[in-house]
């Protein structure tokens, strides 16, 4: 896992620690040293610590004038022991909407595991943005925990599935992306 890095093809156009919006503003990163884990496997020092003792995450990109934010994520998502939407929400995406984002973008190919709870903040999330057309596109998850967010209910405030669980991301600009996933969206809604 230490080898995992967060997508940095994008850091000549975004870097959240330069961001002064941004929840991760003016944090110091190291390239060497090693200290946060997951379950005992070290993971890369430049994934952002959220909280959670197995959930990281880094904002990749924000266009607050369009109102997105890219966000990747690392490690097991445990809303049942740790209640990492907890720490999503009210560190993160809170953070984000009151600066204008209403739409999200979270690449979960690196997440291994999902443990439900209640939905709670799922519904909160999904009514702070929805009434400005707003939403929540989950991107390359697991088809096992794409399964876990159904079981849990929580498929009702994500756009996951189909074209999202097999998207080769990194070929495209952020805007790029964005534009594709809010046409899929659409087409979804049509």
């Not at 690392?74 to 907890?86: F, K, P, S, Y």
């Amino acid at each position: 896992m230490q080898n995992i890095e967060p997508y940095y093809n994008w850091r000549d156009l975004y870097i959240a620690s330069e961001d002064s919006l941004s929840p991760f503003y003016n944090v110091v990163y190291s390239e060497f040293e090693y200290t946060n884990t997951i379950y005992n496997y070290y993971i890369h020092p430049q994934w952002d610590d959220i909280g959670s003792p197995t959930l990281y995450i880094k904002i990749i990109f924000v266009d607050y004038e369009i109102g997105f934010a890219i966000i990747e994520l690392i490690g097991e998502w445990n809303d049942a022991i740790n209640n990492d939407i907890m720490f999503l929400k009210r560190d993160i995406a809170d953070v984000l909407i009151q600066n204008g984002i209403n739409k999200f973008l979270l690449i979960g190919e690196n997440v291994l595991n999902f443990h439900g709870s209640d939905d709670c903040y799922y519904q909160e999330w999904y009514e702070d943005i929805s009434d400005n057309g707003g939403w929540i596109a989950a991107i390359n998850f697991r088809h096992h925990v794409t399964q876990e967010f159904w079981q849990n209910g929580i498929d009702y405030y994500f756009v996951y599935g189909g074209d999202f669980d097999d998207f080769n991301w990194r070929l495209l600009k952020p805007n790029q992306l964005f534009d594709l996933v809010q046409d899929m969206i659409q087409h979804r809604i049509v």
